[in-house]
C-alpha cells in the first residue's frame, strides 16, 4: 500500500513539474524558462594585434586596461575604438594602414551605451549631458567671457587664435566640455578634445563617460570615492570637495576609507561597505530601497548654482521628488529628526540667500531705471561685477555648504561674505542715485577675499 501511494506521489509530482516547465516557458516568469547559456573566451585576431602593438608603444595603457574589468570581461580596444569607414570619426594609426578597419581616438557615450545602455539613458537625461550646451557652445555672453575677457581679446590677443583660446581649452571645457571639430583626417582639431563631462562629438553623441570612469581601467572602485568628483566641483565658485573634506562625512572617510570596500556590485554597494557617504553615495548609489542612478538631478531638490534658487523643475529635474529621494538617503544612517532638521536648515539658509538676491535685483533695476550701469562692458561695472560675485562665489559657497555639513564654507567663505559684498553694493547704489552719476573708478572688488 505504502509502495501504491509513493508510485502514485512521484506521478504526480512529474506531472506537475512538466506543467509548470512548461508555463514558466511563458508569462509571467520567463526567467524559469531554460535557457542556454554561453561563455566565450579569447581575442580576436584584430583586437590582439591592437593589443600587441600598443604594449609595445603605449605600455602604460594596455598595463593599465590588463587590470581592469573590461580586460577581464575580454573588452578589448578593437572594441571601444573601431568605427565605421563612414564615421565621421573615422581615422586609421599607423598599424591599420592598407586595411579596411577604421578607429577613433575619441569614445563617447555613444559607444559606452552598447554595453551600458541604461546608465547611458540615465546620464543624457541628467545636467552632466547639457554641461556643454549651456553655457559654453550657445551662450552668446559666455563666448564673449571666454574669448574677449579671459582669452584677452580686448587687450589685442588675435581672435580665434589659440592664445585667445588656452583659456577654454585649459579651464571651461575640461570640466563643461565643447564641440568637438575635425580636421580632413578627422582628427581633433583647435584645442577642441579631450574634454569634460558633457562634450558634443561629431557623431551627434553627448558626454564622455571617462571623465568619472577613467580610462583605461575603468574602476569602479576609483568612481566611489570624492576625488572622482573633485576635478571640477572645487574652488572658489563651487567648492563641493573642500566642503565635503571638512563635513564629518569627509573626515570619516579620511581617516579610514581605504579600508571600506570599494567593489561591490552596483546596487549592493551599502552602509557597512562604508561608514560614511561618499559623493557617490548621495547622489548616485544604490542604497537602502533607492537604484543606482547616473542621472545626477534626481536626488535634489534646490537648484543651488544660479542666481536666485529655487525648487527644481523641468529639465533640472523634480525637485519635490527630488527630497524624497534624498531623504531615502539620509534615513539608511540617520533618525529622522537628524534628517528632517538638516533638510529644514537647508531651505532656511536658501531663504536668506534668496533675501539677499532679491535685495540685489531691486537694486539694479533702479539703477538702470536712471541710466546708472554701464551696459556696454558690464565687467567694468564695480555694481554689476559684485553682483556677479554676491551669486556665482560667496552665494554658492553658502548654499552649498550648508547641504554639505561644511560650517566654515556656510559661514566665513559664505554669508559672511554675502553681506560684504552686498554693503559694498549698497555704497555704491546709494552714491549713483546721490549724484546721478557712474563713480569714476567703476571697477572694484569686494573688501573681503573671493
Given amino acids: 500500500m505504502l509502495k501504491q501511494m509513493i508510485k502514485v506521489m512521484t506521478v504526480t509530482m512529474l506531472i506537475a513539474l512538466s506543467a509548470a516547465l512548461a508555463y514558466a516557458a511563458t508569462e509571467p516568469f520567463p526567467n524559469l524558462a531554460p535557457k542556454e547559456l554561453v561563455v566565450k573566451r579569447g581575442f580576436s585576431k584584430e583586437a590582439t594585434n591592437c593589443i600587441e602593438c600598443h604594449a609595445k608603444k603605449t605600455p602604460g595603457i594596455v598595463e593599465n586596461w590588463k587590470m581592469g574589468k573590461m580586460a577581464h570581461a575580454t573588452v578589448s580596444c578593437y572594441d571601444c575604438h573601431i568605427v565605421e569607414k563612414n564615421s565621421p570619426m573615422a581615422s586609421q594609426c599607423e598599424g591599420l594602414k592598407g586595411t579596411g578597419l577604421f578607429i577613433s581616438p ?22 552632466h549631458a547639457r554641461l556643454s550646451g549651456v553655457p559654453v557652445i550657445e551662450s552668446k555672453k559666455f563666448i564673449k567671457l571666454m574669448y574677449y575677457y579671459e582669452g584677452a581679446e580686448f587687450i589685442g590677443v588675435k581672435a580665434g587664435s589659440g592664445t585667445s583660446m588656452a583659456s577654454r581649452a585649459s579651464g571651461c ?10 580636421g580632413p583626417d578627422n582628427k581633433p582639431i583647435n584645442n577642441t578634445w579631450p574634454g569634460g563631462v558633457g562634450t558634443r562629438y561629431p557623431d551627434g553623441s553627448i558626454g564622455t563617460c571617462t571623465v568619472c570612469h577613467t580610462r583605461h581601467m575603468f574602476s569602479i572602485k576609483e568612481a566611489r570615492k570624492p576625488e572622482a568628483c573633485a576635478s571640477c566641483h572645487l574652488g572658489p565658485d563651487h567648492p563641493q570637495a573642500e566642503i565635503y573634506e571638512e563635513s564629518k562625512h569627509g573626515q570619516i572617510f579620511a581617516a579610514h576609507g581605504e579600508d571600506w570596500k570599494w567593489d561591490s556590485a552596483p546596487d549592493t554597494w551599502q552602509p ?23 542621472n545626477v538631478n534626481e536626488r535634489l531638490k534646490w537648484d543651488l548654482m544660479h542666481k536666485k534658487s529655487v525648487i527644481r523643475s523641468g529639465e533640472r529635474g523634480d525637485g519635490e521628488k527630488g527630497d524624497k529621494l534624498m531623504r531615502k538617503v539620509c534615513v539608511n544612517c540617520h533618525g529622522q529628526t537628524h534628517t528632517d532638521v538638516q533638510r529644514q536648515l537647508l531651505d532656511d539658509a536658501v ?5 539677499y538676491w532679491d535685495g540685489a535685483v531691486k537694486m539694479k533695476k533702479e539703477l538702470a531705471d536712471k541710466g546708472l550701469l554701464l551696459t556696454d562692458d558690464p565687467w567694468n561695472d564695480g555694481f554689476q561685477e559684485l553682483m556677479y560675485y554676491l551669486w556665482h562665489h560667496c552665494g554658492r559657497r553658502a548654499r552649498h555648504g550648508t547641504a554639505m555639513n561644511g560650517p566654515d564654507y556656510s559661514h566665513w567663505h559664505g554669508f559672511f561674505q554675502v553681506f560684504q559684498v552686498y554693503k559694498d553694493m549698497q555704497k555704491i547704489h546709494e552714491y549713483r542715485l546721490k549724484n546721478g552719476k557712474i563713480e569714476e573708478l567703476s571697477h572694484v572688488m569686494s573688501t573681503g577675499p573671493l
Fill in 351 to 355: 531663504a536668506l540667500y534668496n533675501t
Fill in 272 to 294: 557597512g561597505d562604508y561608514d560614511a557617504p561618499t559623493c557617490a553615495v548621495c547622489h548616485m548609489s544604490g542604497i537602502g530601497e533607492l537604484s543606482t542612478s547616473h
Fill in 106 to 127: 575619441m569614445v563617447s557615450s555613444k559607444t559606452c551605451s552598447r554595453c551600458h545602455p541604461q546608465e547611458v539613458d540615465q546620464f543624457l537625461k541628467s545636467g
Fill in 173 to 182: 571645457q575640461m570640466c563643461h566640455g565643447t564641440q568637438v571639430e575635425l
